[in-house]
Each structure stands twice: as structure tokens, then as C-alpha cells.
């Protein structure tokens, strides 16, 4: 005769690809016994397929405390009347008032998805498991902005928008979800915040204002908006001035140029962009110092261990999502030492240049044959001219 934890196993094992979820999710057994009552609740057809199929399964979960054995109570009374184990009455009056129970794929996405996958840096992963269980419900507004919260993570601002707009338009479903008006206040300040930072990577940034200020209004007390407004208005001022310098520098106004630059740099420190243009700026005007100088603070910054900006600025999470993704940063440090290869040349340093160029081809991408063959021909070069030095010291000497 099986023993009670066989037939739990096996049941489990059944079941999993009933509700179209892989065996291979790692999920314990006690997690989906524990979420199966809130699925049974609203599929009460899967009851008649498991006493089908695994009649000992059935009967274990006709004698459980958990709120199944209310729910088969509810619509199979036979086999609970041949049940040894009484149903606790605590537990059918529970179930009887879940109006808004989730299902089992959204308990499972919501503990495995961006709670598991995401701590493990496995943002694809979870995008996967909630989309799971969107597949299921394509109401569960909260896995609606928990996906978009992972699309936020990777910088993919139009699946975040979609998400979110998605969600907001099942403003009635907001409504009757949450059971505290705490919890419904928490996850519209979460919807607002999350749509506002996907208008902020599209450059929308009127439109995130006006979001992160609805978040204001509707709690006066929040800590987060206003920082992520100050933020955003400090950006936009920088993205001003970075533009005007931009023309300058296109129109070969460099010392225009330059000022601009100075001014935006003083109101984001941390602004890669600027640094970077203000040091092409510098190589124009054969200033290899002062090029030198930004390219250090703008590797710096990218070779930090989150890369974020030195200032206040980075305890904000508008900032923290604005900063650029792993591949940008990058392609940013290539740039960057391959520009400060270039001044060092200016100043003679042709074996600090040669340096600066041997790293920019170690982090440069395979996939971009042009920089790396690009880099790889400059190599060549500088070495070619420093054997030339050479050869001519040694003929010089002799």
C-alpha cells in the first residue's frame, strides 16, 4: 500500500501538467498542495479528471485541512461522506468567502517568478513564469505589473507601457482585488511609478511627471515620488544644456561647446553622456589633459560595481533604472579608452595609449567585428611606430 507522501508526490506530479505547468520548475510539494485549493475553487472540472485518474490523490485531498476538502465538499459530496477525516468547518467558511481567490499558475508565478528567478538574475525566467499565468487570467492585474516591472529592469520601455496601460484599464478589477485599501493604494502608487519610468526611457518626460505627481496626490506622504520628480526635472534641465552643446559642438563652436557641457556636468556630476562629450569636446581643441581627466571620471563611474552616479542622485530609483544596461556601459568603456588612447598620443604617451587600446579590445564584444578590427588595426600601428622610435633611439646611440 503507498504511504501518504507517495500518493501526495505522484498526485502532485499529475497535476502540475494539468494546469499547463512543467515538472521541471523545482516546485516543492507542500508549495502547489498549498495553492491547489485556490485553484480548485474556480475549476472545479479538474476534481472529476484527478478522482479519474488518482482516485488515492482525490481522497487525500477530500481529508485535508487546507480548504480543499471544503471545496470538494461543495461539489462532491459522495466521496466526502466516505472520508474518515472530517472538514473543518473554519476552512469551508474561508473558501466560501474568497470572491477573489488567484489561481495556482499566479500563486506559483508570483513566489517562483520575480521573487525567485529574479533574485537569481534570471529576469527572462520570470517574465516567462508570469506570462504563465497570464495565459491563464489575463485580469491578475498585479502579475500585469510585476512583468512590467521586469521589462523595466531590462530597459524594454514599449513591453512595460503595454503592461501597464493593460492594467490600468482594468481600473474595475483594481477595485474589487484587494480586500485593504491599504493594498490597493500600494499597488496604484506601484502602477503609476512603473508606467511614469517607462515614459522616462521613451523620453517622455512631461508625460512621467505628471504620473509621479499622481502618485503625490493620491499619498501625500510618499518619499519616492517627489525624489524621482526632482530627478527627472534635474534631467531634463541637463538634457537642455547637453543638446545645446551637441549643436555647438556639430557646428564646430567648441568652446560654446564646452561652457555648456561645464554647466550640465555641474548639475549631474554622474552624467556619463556628458563627460564623454565634454572629453571629445577637449580632444578637439587637442586639450589631452582635460580629455584625459573626463575619460578617468566617466571609466570610473562605468567600472563601479552598480556604475551608478557619486551624488544623492543614486538612492533614487528613477536613477538607478536610467542608468545604462550592461552591454551600453560596455560599449561606453571602448569608447571611452580608446579616446583617451588618443590624447595620450597627443601628449607623447604612446605607451600608455598602446595600454588604453589593448583594453579596449579585451572588453570589446565579439559580435562587433568593426571595433574590434578597428582596434586590433590601431594596435598595429602605434606598435609599429613605437618600434620605429626604438629603432631610430638605437641607431641614434650607436
Avoid at 579616446?339 to 597627443?346: C, I, T, V
Wanted: hydrophobic letters at 35%; proline letters at 2%.
Amino acid at each position: 500500500m503507498q504511504s501518504t507522501s507517495d500518493v501526495r508526490e505522484q498526485g502532485v506530479g499529475y497535476v502540475l501538467p494539468l494546469l499547463g505547468i512543467s515538472v521541471d520548475h523545482n516546485l516543492h510539494t507542500g508549495d502547489v498542495m498549498e495553492a491547489l485549493p485556490q485553484f480548485l475553487f474556480r475549476n472545479s472540472l479538474l476534481l472529476d479528471v484527478i478522482r479519474m485518474k488518482s482516485p488515492a490523490f482525490y481522497r487525500l485531498l477530500a481529508s485535508t485541512n487546507t480548504g480543499v476538502g471544503a471545496i470538494i465538499l461543495s461539489s462532491h459530496t459522495t466521496i466526502i461522506q466516505d472520508s474518515a477525516t472530517p472538514i473543518h468547518e473554519e476552512a469551508r467558511g474561508r473558501i466560501r468567502h474568497q470572491e477573489q481567490i488567484k489561481t495556482t499558475r499566479q500563486c506559483i508565478a508570483r513566489r517562483y517568478g520575480r521573487d525567485e528567478f529574479y533574485q537569481r538574475g534570471d529576469i527572462g525566467s520570470a517574465i516567462n513564469a508570469y506570462s504563465e499565468a497570464l495565459n491563464a487570467d489575463s485580469t491578475m492585474v498585479e502579475t500585469l505589473i510585476a512583468r512590467a516591472a521586469c521589462y523595466l529592469d531590462l530597459r524594454e520601455a514599449e513591453r512595460c507601457h503595454t503592461d501597464c496601460m493593460a492594467a490600468l484599464k482594468l481600473s474595475d478589477s483594481i477595485e474589487t482585488r484587494f480586500e485593504t485599501d491599504e493594498a490597493r493604494l500600494l499597488f496604484q502608487k506601484k502602477l503609476l511609478t512603473t508606467l511614469g519610468m517607462a515614459y522616462c526611457l521613451k523620453t517622455e518626460n512631461d508625460k512621467a511627471l505628471e504620473l509621479f505627481n499622481s502618485v503625490l496626490q493620491l499619498d501625500k506622504n510618499d518619499h519616492d515620488a517627489p525624489r524621482n520628480m526632482r530627478y527627472l526635472e534635474t534631467l531634463m534641465e541637463v538634457a537642455d544644456l547637453k543638446a545645446k552643446a551637441d549643436k555647438n559642438f556639430s557646428m564646430g563652436s567648441l568652446e560654446e561647446a564646452k561652457e555648456n557641457y561645464s554647466k550640465a556636468e555641474k548639475l549631474d556630476p554622474g552624467h556619463i553622456q556628458v563627460l564623454m562629450n565634454r572629453s571629445a569636446v577637449c580632444l578637439a581643441m587637442h586639450d589631452s589633459a582635460a580629455c584625459s581627466k573626463d575619460c578617468d571620471t566617466a571609466i570610473d563611474l562605468l567600472s563601479s560595481s552598480k556604475g551608478k552616479p557619486k551624488s544623492d542622485s543614486s538612492a533614487c530609483a528613477l536613477a538607478n533604472i536610467l542608468h545604462p544596461t550592461p552591454c551600453t556601459k560596455r560599449k561606453w568603456q571602448v569608447i571611452l579608452l580608446c579616446r583617451r588612447s588618443a590624447a595620450k598620443q597627443l601628449s607623447n604617451d604612446l605607451r600608455g595609449a598602446l595600454a588604453d587600446l589593448e583594453l579596449a579590445k579585451g572588453i570589446t564584444s565579439n559580435d562587433d567585428d568593426v571595433a574590434v578590427e578597428s582596434i586590433a588595426k590601431d594596435i598595429d600601428d602605434l606598435k609599429a611606430k613605437l618600434n620605429s622610435i626604438k629603432t631610430q633611439d638605437t641607431i641614434t646611440n650607436s
